[in-house]
């Protein structure tokens, strides 16, 4: 065999001359093959000679099964001799074939692209240290007592700090829209939770008053059919609690039944506060790193993988959508796109997602980074532990495809942190 590679920037073909010589160890290996598929008497199931088998099997198919072994045999030969990485499942187009004397064959694919990095070294982003100030601490304090609140009915003029359930319904030119209605509504005034005025407008009234609040909607609102719309919002005031919350103190602090005093809930906040502040600066930075690596290295991003990725980012996105009681249609009129427009978004970054894994994969080579099947068996086990309630996952968690995902993203975690290494101390 003997082949000559047309190679461009993100594909290759391979022109594959097979001549006699060939033939003859796939001839063998197509007889073995079919010997299951026939039965000769005298003979048990698939255990006739190659000879015997000949005089039973159809010559064209033998001839197919013979070439199909041949281009098999061939193609990750011509890949691992011209030392490129196919990222897509070869084509075989057959251009010329005479059974047991030659054959023509041309191989396509797309390939991983060549890439040059920069000094990876000495890039620019900076890592900026996490810090926690006295106010953090504060405000998960005041949510945790929060949280233990006490709910009272009164019989009295809502204040900007009650809750109050309400009815609403909000009309447009006289008409109810979409959304702008509820039942028994709870809703902490001052809370921002509706838009400007409409939570001041509740402040002053009874329960049992029925009135109107005449509101705009703000001129930003995600809606396209809402924004800067004259709206009336009809409402029923059904009750009004007070709200009363505990004060901060050692009491608290038992309340929450882990710690005695409030010094040493607070250590315990600053520790998590800090352990989740780090976490973030950690991934700020190495997204930072990322996105100039990416920029100052010289790639392409194959059309395979940016069609690939264009589509699971499509399917989340429109997955996402639809868990939230929404259509496609709906989510344009709010972000004010067409359906060009948003695939033309998705596209790019499906292509700055491929650049990422491109660049991160040629990283990876340089640095010589290693995941042994202790790292993927421990990632295992702790996805087992955290889905050993779901067979389904614990089952997906046993399948190739699962194990060489972990093992990949266990590759990126470990260039990402070498790369970061290399570069926090400048």
């Known amino acids: 065999m003997k082949f000559t590679t047309n190679k461009k920037k993100t594909s290759v073909e391979f022109d594959v001359e097979f001549t006699s010589s060939d033939f003859e160890p796939a001839r063998l290996k197509a007889l073995a093959r079919l010997a299951g598929d026939v039965k000769i008497p005298g003979f048990r199931n698939g255990k006739a000679p190659a000879n015997v088998v000949e005089q039973h099997v159809d010559p064209n198919q033998l001839a197919m099964q013979t070439l199909d072994i041949m281009v098999r045999e061939a193609i990750p030969k011509v890949y691992e001799d011209a030392k490129l990485q196919p990222i897509s ?12 004397e030659m054959a023509e064959v041309t191989i396509k694919s797309d390939i991983m692209p060549e890439v040059k990095l920069p000094d990876y070294t000495k890039l620019k982003a900076k890592y900026v240290e ?15 007592a929060e949280s233990f609140a006490e709910s009272k009915a009164v019989k009295r003029a809502a204040k900007l700090t009650d809750e109050v359930i309400i009815d609403f319904t909000g009309k447009k030119d ?3 829209f979409d959304g702008g209605s509820a039942k028994d509504f709870r809703l ?27 509101l705009k909607f703000p001129k930003d609102y995600h809606s396209k059919k809402l924004a800067g719309a004259d709206t009336v919002f009809e409402v029923l005031l059904k009750q009004v609690n007070e709200i009363t919350v505990p004060e901060v103190n ?10 005695p005093t409030l010094k040493e809930l607070k250590a315990d906040i600053k520790k998590n506060l800090e352990a989740q502040a780090k976490q973030r600066a950690d991934e700020a930075f190495k997204d930072d790193l990322l996105d100039e690596l990416v920029k100052n290295s010289k790639t392409e991003a194959p059309e395979a993988l940016v069609a690939e990725q264009t589509e699971h980012i499509k399917e989340d996105m429109l997955r996402n ?3 939230r009681g929404s259509k496609l249609e709906d989510y344009l009129s709010q972000v004010n796109q067409t359906e060009e427009q948003w695939m033309k978004e998705v596209k790019e970054a499906a292509e700055i997602r491929v650049l990422g894994h491109i660049v991160v994969a040629k990283l990876g080579e340089e640095l010589k980074i290693k995941v042994s099947d202790a790292d993927v068996e421990k990632q295992v086990a702790e996805l087992q532990a955290v889905y050993k309630k779901s067979p389904e996952m614990l089952a997906d968690l046993q399948t190739p495809e699962a194990v060489a995902s972990i093992k990949n993203r266990l590759r990126i975690n470990k260039t990402m942190d070498k790369l970061a290494d290399l570069n926090r101390k400048k």
Do not use: W
């Open 130 to 144: 996490p810090k926690v100030e006295a106010k953090d601490i504060d405000d998960v304090l005041n949510r945790i």
């Open 188 to 214: 902490k005034l001052g809370s921002g939770q509706f838009i400007p005025g409409f939570e001041d407008g509740v402040v002053g009234h009874e329960p049992g008053d029925k009135f109107d609040l005449k």
């Open 250 to 259: 050692d009491e608290l602090a038992k309340k929450t039944g882990a710690f």
């Open 174 to 176: 006289g008409v109810a």
């Open 89 to 100: 499942a070869p084509s075989v187009d057959i251009k010329k074939f005479v059974p047991g």
């Open 321 to 323: 959508i639809k868990a």
